[in-house]
């Protein structure tokens, strides 16, 4: 860097120094105008604040198929796929005069993993699975035992990726 100095006498009794510095041209760079070099600055630098805010994370499946696939069998997927408190119902059998649904708002740290079983084993045990895409957007998978009232429904929403928001276990 090489930087020039100038003293500007005023009055006599007031004088101004003045220093100019410019940056030593490198072999590979052409040497800027004044009003050139201004322009780049100010475009850095209205790009820095963008270029330090990290971008949102990708959903690992962006297909609720693959996902699903994934989901049953990896549990550390589950564990962050899964809503924190994720609302979970069941049937008290019992419950007086009848049976009856208790729902709760589970939080993460009280749930058992798996969460939900894998969907490749439900045939091997005999079981069912539906899949049943709602009207706002969200996933229901339906895993039963026919002729029995085995029956839980997990439901998932994007936001923004697939995550398990509600489980109820609908077994008497």
């Given amino acids: ?44 630098a209205a790009a820095a604040p963008a270029a330090a805010t990290p971008a949102a994370p990708a ?16 549990i550390a997927l589950q564990e962050t796929a ?3 408190p994720l609302r979970d119902s069941y049937v008290d059998a019992g419950a007086e005069p009848e049976p009856k649904t208790v729902e709760k708002q589970l939080p993460l740290a009280e749930v058992e993993w798996p969460v939900m079983p894998d969907p490749a084993t439900l045939a091997g045990r005999g079981r069912e699975m539906t899949i049943t895409a709602q009207a706002d957007g969200q996933m229901q998978v339906l895993m039963r ?12 929403a994007r936001t923004p990726c697939w995550t398990l928001v509600s489980r109820a276990d609908e077994s008497i």
Avoid: I, W
Wanted: aromatic fraction near 8%; glycine fraction near 2%.
């Fill in 145 to 156: 035992t026919p002729d029995t009232s085995d029956q839980q429904v997990y439901t998932f």
């Fill in 1 to 44: 860097m090489r930087c020039r100095r100038s003293l500007v006498l005023l009055a006599p009794v007031f004088s101004l120094a003045l220093a100019a510095c410019t940056q030593a041209p490198q072999a590979s760079q052409p040497q800027p105008q004044p009003a050139e070099a201004a322009a780049p600055a100010a475009q850095a």
């Fill in 82 to 84: 899964t809503a924190d």
């Fill in 59 to 74: 959903c690992p499946h962006e297909q609720f198929d693959t996902f699903l696939k994934h989901f049953g069998n990896e």
